[in-house]
């Protein structure tokens, strides 16, 4: 038994069995040819919705909105609802919540479909608004203008020529303390009081002297002020003896109370004043400040030492100058003096160089030597020494000297020169020194001053035996006075 072969056909028509026909089976006997037909029919059919699957595979899934399907010309439910809510919005307007709706508007015409024509009928028996009150022909009242002049004329008429400090009730009243019987109270007050005199008996004083045999206060302050200073003469000067700080000796100094009186006003100090010889910033007022009147501090310079006057309140102040008699005085104060045999003076590396003062006068606590000679001939040196400029001084000095009979003599360069030798006797005339016949290289070392000129300058004469040389010869400054 076998298949009948199908094919991927689509037969048109099947064909009917007629009662002539001879039966004939195989496959392409009669008898098989209506189930042929169908069968290629089906064959065909089934190869139609096999392709159709593949073909649905690459399909996209059904959609479920307009932009899935590509539609533009309608509007989403959003959209949709936007637009409703802007036409109601535009039919709506600004109209308030009770008149948004036309039910509201119709209730609120009463449900009057004529509504304007009744209105109008209303009206046309009504009378015109007037503005005023002639226009209502009220007689009887004063108008705005008639109201506020009688009321103006009132308080005129009250307040007359009041200032405007007083020109209320409730200011006046404020005025007498809110007090009702304010003239009754002060008329008692002033019952206590003195009439107003110009005397001690115009007001019946009896335990005061009259203004001869009494000051008041500013008069007795004035005669003191003046007393006082005509008791200090000018130049005077007490105290003031400085020292170096010791919380910093290098850059500033202290100056003990004192009392000093210049070419003004005289000056008194109750305290210690500590000064800064600053490297940086300009003149300060009051102790611990900086005293320097211009440019800060330098290496290897003199500064001298001021007292000054505030003008008010007269405190007394330090100032520091490399000028000996015009240092920039700052404002508001006086220059009283300067503080003789006070001076200070820095080093290579800017230091305030150590000092003991004694008031006028000053010691080096490390004696410079200010002149060295060696191998030289009877002769005479012009020497710059440790004192300071731009003053004369009595400069304290210690020298030295080796050789055959040496002398050595230190004078002012404004005085004359000496003329120096050794007699025969073995004695010397003039300067220091020392003769001995005995030895030769004799050395000796003694103390000696001598004035300066305003330059800080001795003239050191040394002496030598004839035919020889002083083989050294030194001179230490040890300090200076200033009378």
Known sequence: ????????????????????????????????????????????????????????????????TLGGYGITDAFTKPEATSAIQQAIAS??????ASLDTLKKLADALGNDPNFATSMTNALAGKAGKATTLGGYGITDAFTKPETTSAIQQAIASLVASSPASLDTLKKLADALGNDPNFATSMTSALAGKANKATTLSGYGITDAYPKTGTYSRAEVDAALAAQ???AVPKGYCVGFVMSMNAGAPAMAVDVLPGTACGAGNPVFSAATITGALQAAGSWTAGTGGNKLDAGTRAANSWYHVFLIRRNEGGEADLLFSMSSSAPAVPAGYELVMRLKGRALRTDGAANIAPFINYGNSTDWKILPFDMTLAAVPTSSHTVTISVPPGVRV??????????????????????????LGVTSGGAYAGGVGLDSTSYLNENFAS????????SAQVVVQVFAWPNYLVQ????????????
């Open 1 to 64: 038994m076998a298949d009948l072969p199908e094919s991927n056909e689509w037969t048109t028509g099947i064909y009917q069995l007629e009662t002539s026909d001879p039966v004939l089976g195989g496959p392409e006997g009669i008898d098989n040819l209506q189930a042929k037909q169908l069968a290629n029919r089906t064959r065909w059919l089934k190869d139609r919705i096999d392709t159709l699957g593949v073909s649905l595979a690459g399909k996209a899934g059904k959609a479920t």
């Open 91 to 96: 039919l709506v307007a600004s109209s308030p």
């Open 228 to 230: 006082v200073a005509n």
């Open 394 to 419: 009595r400069a304290c000095f210690y020298v030295s000297a080796i050789g055959e009979g040496p002398l050595i003599y230190v004078r002012s360069p404004d005085a004359a020169a000496a003329v």
């Open 447 to 454: 103390y000696c001053e001598a004035s300066t000129n305003q």
């Open 472 to 483: 050294s010869a030194r001179l230490l400054t040890a300090g200076w006075r200033e009378d």
